[in-house]
């Protein structure tokens, strides 16, 4: 069994798009992260939500709004897709309590044309 | 959060042990210290964590001074499969505490 999955794996789309990513985890996690690793391979946590609750937001743009509509569920909507926003997405979760240890899906390669 | 500064390749040969050191002079009293291994078109897995002294598992080791303003990560005995980026992270190991991953360090495992 797949402990964080994500789909899709890979995504092609065009600017000004509007795509969603899901993510699910079967690890009984309370906390679920979005991460995006750049071409430099830099991986930076963009959200963090804790029992569905957003924790950590940071500094991304608008047009990325996650969603949680149960602990086990992390989606990340896309609006008006841009050329910067082609990575690499990560979903994770972690128990959340007293270490840092994170399960992390096998990524979602987005790439706007 | 506490910045950590590693090497940003290093070469190894089957059968070596490789030492990959990451600095983090700013820890704070509340942080752990973690790596984890990334291959390619993968998401990075979990190593081993440490917060002072000596951890062992069945995959490296983490030695940790007692300053724990560094710290390194020893991987027994490399083979090929073992060519991946490492990540050392430093953190508060609370509840919503988020996970600043560096640069990392790419290992090339050769023949």
């Known amino acids: 069994d797949t402990a964080v999955s994500q789909t899709p794996k890979y995504l092609v789309t065009q600017m000004g798009n509007d795509k969603s990513i899901k993510c699910e985890q079967n690890?009984?996690?309370?906390?679920m992260y979005w991460y995006k690793q750049d071409s430099k391979k830099f991986l930076k946590i963009m959200f963090s939500?804790?029992?569905?609750?957003?924790?950590i937001n940071e500094t991304v743009p608008n047009r990325f709004s996650p969603k949680s509509p149960d602990k086990a569920h992390l989606n990340l909507h896309i609006n008006s897709l841009e050329l910067g926003d082609s990575a690499v997405y990560f979903c994770a979760s972690s128990t959340g309590t007293g270490n840092t240890e994170a399960f992390f899906g096998q990524g979602t390669r987005l790439t706007v044309v | 959060l506490a910045k950590t500064t590693q090497p940003i390749s290093m070469d190894s040969y089957e059968g070596q042990e490789v030492n990959i050191t990451c600095s983090h002079n700013?820890?704070?009293?509340?942080?752990?210290i973690t790596w984890y291994q990334q291959f390619p078109s993968q998401g990075p897995r979990f190593i081993i964590q440490g917060y002072k002294t000596k951890v062992t598992n069945e995959v490296a080791s983490l030695f940790i001074p007692a300053d724990r303003k560094s710290s390194t990560l020893s991987l027994p005995r490399v083979s090929l499969s073992d060519t991946a980026v490492y990540y050392c992270?430093?953190?508060?190991?609370?509840?919503?505490?988020?996970?600043?991953f560096g640069g990392g360090t790419r290992v090339l495992v050769k023949p």
């Open positions: 700013n820890i704070a009293t509340n942080d752990y």
């Open positions: 939500y804790n029992n569905k609750e957003l924790i």
């Open positions: 690890l009984g996690h309370d906390t």
């Open positions: 992270l430093v953190g508060p190991g609370a509840a919503g505490n988020k996970l600043t």
